[in-house]
T-cell receptor, first 109, second 115 residues
Framework: KNEVEQSPQNLTAQEGEFITINCSYSVGISALHWLQQHPGGGIVSLFMLSSGKKKHGRLIATINIQEKHSSLHITASHPRDSAVYICAARFSGTYKYIFGTGTRLKVLA | DGGITQSPKYLFRKEGQNVTLSCEQNLNHDAMYWYRQDPGQGLRLIYYSQIVNDFQKGDIAEGYSVSREKKESFPLTVTSAQKNPTAFYLC??????????????FGSGTRLTVV
């Protein structure tokens, strides 16, 4: 069964902390997305990756194909980073993405 | 700027009524998708369309219908047959669903409440 699991479900951090959100998936994938959902509900695509590492500003996404695991890191976290972060995997041989349930991040000033 | 527009942002419906959610994109994307989001669950695919005048059922299509008469538009109708329609609905598009290197662009969502 194609599954995507995220951890933790909820995360509270102090401003400036380094944050890691994890995503594990069950079988081989062709692509993995990290998405950000703000309280209003709109979703923004942060990264799409199939191997290695990508960086954009304070955000870093890594993926380990052998371990079937991806991480999203936020350096020098800020209250405006507070959102739900969602991992979505496109499993090999399929057309669609399977979405994790999300990690709710709250960064306190 | 290109993007996806969903309207309305909030929608209230009486039980037994059909309601149509709008999704319009000006990205020239071929593929469009409708997802449903419920608390504590990941997004689930309702319908998707690869090209004009073609669409396919997703995982939870029962009680929903769609049309794709124009490339830019992919409206979703929530019918009275949908037993639990209260949810947050997200529309997305991608250049071509066959090529996994193309990412998704999402709309801002419509929150539907049945009263």
């Amino acid at each position: 069964k194609n599954e995507v699991e995220q951890s933790p479900q909820n995360l509270t951090a102090q401003e400036g902390e380094f944050i890691t959100i994890n995503c594990s998936y069950s079988v081989g994938i062709s692509a993995l997305h990290w998405l950000q959902q703000h309280p209003g509900g709109g979703i923004v695509s942060l990264f799409m990756l199939s191997s290695g590492k990508k960086k954009h500003g304070r955000l870093i996404a890594t993926i380990n194909i052998q371990e079937k695991h991806s991480s999203l890191h936020i350096t020098a976290s800020h209250p405006r980073d507070s959102a739900v972060y969602i991992c979505a995997a496109r499993f090999s041989g399929t057309y669609k993405y399977i979405f994790g349930t999300g990690t709710r991040l709250k960064v306190l000033a | 700027d290109g993007g996806i527009t969903q309207s309305p942002k909030y929608l209230f419906r009486k039980e037994g009524q059909n309601v149509t959610l709008s999704c319009e994109q000006n990205l020239n994307h071929d593929a469009m998708y409708w997802y449903r989001q419920d608390p504590g669950q990941g997004l689930r695919l309702i319908y998707y369309s690869q090209i004009v005048n073609d669409f396919q059922k997703g995982d939870i299509a029962e009680g929903y219908s769609v049309s794709r008469e124009k490339k830019e538009s992919f409206p979703l109708t929530v019918t009275s047959a949908q037993k639990n329609p209260t949810a947050f609905y997200l529309c997305a598009s991608s250049l071509d669903h066959r090529h996994y290197n193309y990412g998704y662009t999402f709309g801002s969502g419509t929150r539907l409440t049945v009263v």
